[in-house]
């Protein structure tokens, strides 16, 4: 169990480009989040898999954001035509299937800091 | 909507002292998970304790203990015996327990300090 892990961890880029971030949870969790924090805030909930499929979306995910998880392992997240309001930690979470010890616990990586300028 | 309020924007505490963080919410539901996470600088969050809403019991893992009080909605972590290693943000959450997918609802979180 090597623990969630985002790639890249730095990500610097101009106004209006396109930019992906990728999270690997731990192996055996089905459960994927992502999460945006902000400087001085807790992080909010963006998005939520189970498996390959994206059952909730918060209205903080704008038609600029788009997450994917496409064999239910590996997610991507993508931000079209960056603002400078995109500019925050983004954090990825997994959980294991029910059952467990942990089941109520997300474990979180390291996240992926992004400032647009 | 649920919500949750740390008020500490910054603590500081002497090594080898007690210090609690504050941590209130706003719930309509009965049943639901509280936690407190940890993020030392540059550094992933992790959990440091965990409580049930339908336990009266007090949650303590090793020097952490948490102070739940149901019907005025408060949360607070005590550290006991503080270490150095102990400085971090903390973060309280509120897991949505009528929502399928188990989101949690942070507040702002308390930067610790931990003074030599």
């Known amino acids: 169990d090597t623990g969630v892990s985002q790639d890249p961890r730095h990500k610097i880029t101009k106004r209006g480009q396109n930019v992906t971030f990728r999270c690997d949870p731990i192996s055996e969790h089905n459960r994927l989040y992502w999460y945006r924090q902000t400087l001085g805030q807790g992080p909010e909930f963006l998005t939520y898999f189970q498996n390959e499929a994206q059952l909730e979306k918060s209205r903080l995910l704008s038609d600029r954001f788009s997450a994917e998880r496409p064999k239910g392992s590996f997610s991507t997240l993508e931000i079209q035509r960056t603002e400078q309001g995109d500019s925050a930690m983004y954090l990825c979470?997994?959980?294991?299937?029910?059952?467990?010890?942990?089941?109520?616990?997300?474990?979180f990586g390291p996240g992926t800091r992004l400032t647009v300028l | 909507a649920q919500t949750v309020t740390q008020s500490q924007p910054e603590m500081s505490v002497q090594e080898a002292e007690t210090v609690t963080l504050s941590c209130t919410y706003d719930t309509s539901e009965s049943d639901y998970y509280l936690f407190w996470y940890k993020q030392p600088p540059s550094r992933q969050m992790i959990l440091v304790i965990r409580?049930?809403?339908?336990?009266?019991q007090n949650a303590t893992e090793n020097r952490f203990s948490v102070n739940f009080q149901k019907a005025a909605k408060s949360f607070s972590l005590k550290i006991s015996d503080s270490q150095l290693g102990d400085a971090a943000m903390y973060f309280c959450a509120y897991r949505n327990p009528t929502s399928g997918t188990y989101k949690y609802i942070f507040g702002t979180g308390t930067r610790l300090k931990v003074l030599a």
């Open positions: 979470a997994s959980r294991s299937p029910s059952g467990g010890s942990s089941y109520n616990e997300q474990f």
């Open positions: 409580q049930e809403a339908y336990k009266q």
